[in-house]
């Protein structure tokens, strides 16, 4: 599976757009990419996915850049609950989900 | 939607006793399991992957015979941590693949404190 890169830590204010970015330049054309979260001691939650496409739900937004060599995970109006760490996944379906560092997004009041 | 219930939520153990650690999918059935250890500030990190029926595949590095796993029932997969040392201590958290499609749901994890 691809390699992602997402920063390190970010920062949002309450009620603001976070946008979450991520790198995966080397995604093959099988590969999708997948948004979970992990707040603190818990285990991680499914946010979204998507192949070439933008996509949305009731969580997010993911907009998936035409060559697919970057994504941004878009929360539109964040919440302090929202606070967490954000994995951005590609991988190929049925295969592992494995984790890397993250972001760790901390929305302030 | 799809639950994945993990039982104990913490749990404290003496060094050399071993700890079992249970993983359920309560209205799927899972072909397959995954385990994740996860230690302070650092990202989960897959241990091993489980399949009904079958034995269970471990990641490099990890120890077999000290982590064992038992995946008996399409709906239950079981992680003892044998012998558990305090550098055991650590987040351990489940995942299942629904039997179609490819959603993964995880467990709430847990929090293994070897003393």
């Known amino acids: 599976d691809a390699k992602t890169t997402q920063p390190p830590s970010m920062d949002c204010a309450e009620g603001r757009a976070a946008n979450l970015p991520c790198n995966h330049s080397t995604i093959s054309g099988n590969e999708y990419v997948y948004w979970y979260r992990q707040i603190h001691s818990q285990g991680p939650q499914y946010i979204i996915h998507?192949?070439?496409n933008n996509e949305t739900n009731e969580m997010a937004s993911l907009i998936i850049t035409e060559d697919r060599k970057s994504s941004t995970l878009i929360l539109p109006h964040a919440t302090l609950r929202d606070t967490a760490v954000y994995y951005c996944i590609v991988r190929v379906t049925n295969n592992d989900m494995r984790f890397g560092a993250g972001t760790r997004l901390t929305v302030k009041p | 939607g799809a639950v994945v219930s993990q039982h104990p939520s913490r749990v404290i153990c003496k060094s050399g006793t071993s700890v079992k650690i249970e993983c359920r999918s309560l209205d799927f059935q899972a072909t397959t399991m995954f385990w994740y250890r996860q230690f302070p500030k650092q990202s989960l990190m897959l241990m091993a992957t489980?399949?009904?029926?079958?034995?269970?595949?471990?990641e490099q590095g990890v120890e077999k015979d000290k982590f064992l796993i038992n995946h008996a029932s399409l709906t239950l997969s079981t992680l003892t941590v044998t012998s558990a040392h305090p550098e055991d201590s650590s987040f351990y958290i489940c995942?299942?693949?629904?039997?179609?499609?490819?959603?993964?749901?995880f467990g709430s994890g847990t929090r293994l404190t070897v003393v």
């Open positions: 489980s399949n009904e029926g079958s034995k269970a595949t471990y």
């Open positions: 998507g192949l070439k």
């Open positions: 995942s299942a693949r629904m039997w179609t499609g490819d959603g993964y749901t």
